[in-house]
C-alpha cells in the first residue's frame, strides 16, 4: 500500500502538466504549429522510454530502492523549470528530465510490487499500481484546470507538483524497503512458461524476445506502443482541440481529467479480472474500445459527446494497461523479469514520441480530426495483432 500511495504521487507529478502545457503552448509561447507545441511530448517519451529500459537493469544490479530514490532526486529542479521557463525550450527541457525521473519511479513501483506478490495475484498488484498512477494524475489534472482558471496557467498548477516531489522523495527515503529478495526466492522455484524463456539470458535475448520473437511478448509490446501513441495524441491535441471548440479551462481540464479517472478506477477491476479470465481477449477488446473512443472525439462536436469518448477511452485504456504488465510478469523468468519489463516498456512510452510527432504532423497537414481518426484505425488494427498472434488465454500464456 506504501508503494500505491509513492506511485499515486509519481502520477500526480505527470498531472500537472496535463491540463496546463498544451495551453502554455499556444496562449503563452505562441506555438502556431501542432508539431511544435508537441514537442514536449516528443520529450517526455523519448527520455521516459529510454529510462525504463536502464531502470530494470540498474534495480537488477543495485536494487530496487536507490533506483526509486534516484527517480524522485532527478525531479526535483521539474516545477522550477516549467514556472520559470523564459522560452519552449526550458518547458522541453523539464519534460527531459520528468521522462528520466518517471521511468525510474513508475518502473521500479512496477518491479517491486512484482517482486512482493507473486504470480497468482500480479494482475490485481499491477491492476492497484496503474490506478493509484493515473487517478493521480487525472485528479490533478482536474485541480491543475481550476488552478490555471482562477489564478493564471503559471505558477499555482506547478507548485502542487512541487509537493508531491517533496512528498514521494520523502516516503521513498524513510519509508520504502528493498523488494529485491523477493524475486530472487520466486526465481528459484519458477517454472518457465516455455522453453525459450528459461533463466540464463543475455539482456541481447531478453530484448530480442521481448520485442519480436516471443509471439506473446511482442504482442504486448507493440499493444503497449499503440496504446501510449494514443495517449500521447490525447495528451498534446484534445486540450487544444476543445479549446478551438470554446469550450472554457474549467471544462477542459474536467476532459483531461474524466479520461485517466476512469483509467485509473476502472484498473482497480481490470487487472484482478486479468488473473482470472486471461490476458488475451481483455487486451485485444480493450483496444477495439479505445479505437471507438477516438473515433468519437474526431467525428464529435460538443461537451457531452466527448465527455463520453473520454470515458470509452479511459475504460478501453483500463482493459489495456494493468493486463499488458502482468502478461510480460507471466512469461518472463523472474531473474530477468524487470529487464523484460523495462524493454516492455520502452516500447510503450517510446509510443508518447511516435504519437507525438504522428499526430502533428497529420494535424498540421489535414487537422486534428483527421489525426484523431488515424490513430483510431491504427488502435483497432493493434488489438487485430492481439487477437490473431498472442498465445491463449490460459494462466500463464
Known amino acids: 500500500m506504501l508503494l500505491v500511495a509513492v506511485n499515486a504521487l509519481v502520477g500526480g507529478t505527470l498531472g500537472q502538466e496535463r491540463t496546463v502545457l498544451p495551453l502554455l503552448a499556444s496562449d503563452v509561447f505562441h506555438l502556431d504549429k501542432y508539431t511544435s507545441a508537441l514537442t514536449f511530448v516528443l520529450a517526455f517519451g523519448l527520455a521516459k522510454a529510454a529510462t525504463n529500459y536502464f531502470a530494470g537493469t540498474l534495480s537488477d544490479r543495485y536494487g530496487r530502492k536507490p533506483v526509486l530514490v534516484a527517480g524522485w532526486l532527478i525531479a526535483l529542479p521539474v516545477p522550477l523549470l516549467l514556472i520559470f521557463g523564459t522560452s519552449w525550450s526550458w518547458i522541453v527541457a523539464a519534460n527531459v528530465i520528468l521522462g528520466i525521473s ?11 510490487k512484482m ?30 484546470g481550476y488552478l490555471a482558471a482562477s489564478y493564471g496557467l503559471r505558477p499555482a498548477p506547478f507548485l502542487l507538483g512541487a509537493a508531491y516531489i517533496a512528498l514521494g522523495l520523502g516516503l521513498s527515503v524513510l519509508a520504502v524497503k528493498e523488494t529485491h529478495h523477493h524475486a530472487k526466492t520466486e526465481a528459484a522455484n519458477h517454472v518457465d512458461a516455455h522453453s525459450g524463456a528459461g533463466a540464463a539470458l543475455s539482456t541481447r535475448e531478453i530484448f530480442t524476445l521481448t520485442s519480436f520473437r516471443d509471439r506473446s511478448l511482442s504482442s504486448v509490446s507493440q499493444a503497449g506502443l499503440v496504446n501510449n501513441l494514443n495517449d500521447g495524441l490525447a495528451w498534446g491535441l484534445f486540450p487544444v482541440l476543445f479549446a478551438g471548440a470554446g469550450l472554457s479551462i474549467e471544462r477542459i481540464g474536467i476532459l483531461a481529467a474524466v479520461y485517466p479517472a476512469v483509467w485509473g478506477a476502472v484498473q482497480l477491476i481490470t487487472g484482478a479480472a ?79 514520441a511516435v504519437g507525438a510527432l504522428l499526430s502533428g504532423i497529420l494535424a498540421d497537414a489535414y487537422g486534428i480530426p483527421v489525426a484523431i481518426a488515424v490513430v483510431a484505425a491504427l488502435t483497432a488494427a493493434s488489438g487485430l495483432v492481439v487477437a490473431v498472434r498472442m498465445r491463449g488465454t490460459d494462466h500463464h500464456a
Not at 518517471?102 to 517491486?112: F, N
Not at 517482486?115 to 482536474?142: I, K, Q, S
Not at 460538443?302 to 489495456?320: D, H, N, Q, S, Y
Request: aromatic share 10%.
Open 102 to 112: 518517471q521511468g525510474l519511479t513508475w518502473s521500479t513501483t512496477v518491479v517491486m
Open 115 to 144: 517482486d512482493l506478490v507473486g504470480p497468482n495475484r500480479r494482475g490485481l498488484a499491477m491492476g492497484f499500481n496503474e490506478a493509484a498512477g493515473y487517478l493521480g494524475v487525472a485528479g490533478t489534472a482536474l485541480v491543475t
Open 274 to 352: 486479468s488473473d482470472r479470465l486471461g490476458r488475451k481477449w481483455l487486451i485485444a477488446g480493450g483496444m477495439f474500445i479505445q479505437a471507438v473512443g477516438l473515433a468519437i472525439v474526431a467525428a464529435g462536436h460538443g461537451f457531452e459527446i466527448w465527455l463520453l469518448a473520454a470515458v470509452l477511452l479511459g475504460v478501453g485504456t483500463a482493459m489495456v494497461y494493468p493486463t499488458l504488465l502482468a502478461a510480460i510478469g507471466d512469461v518472463a523468468h523472474p531473474q530477468w523479469r524487470a529487464r523484460s519489463v523495462g524493454i516492455y516498456r520502452l516500447w510503450r512510452d517510446g509510443g508518447f
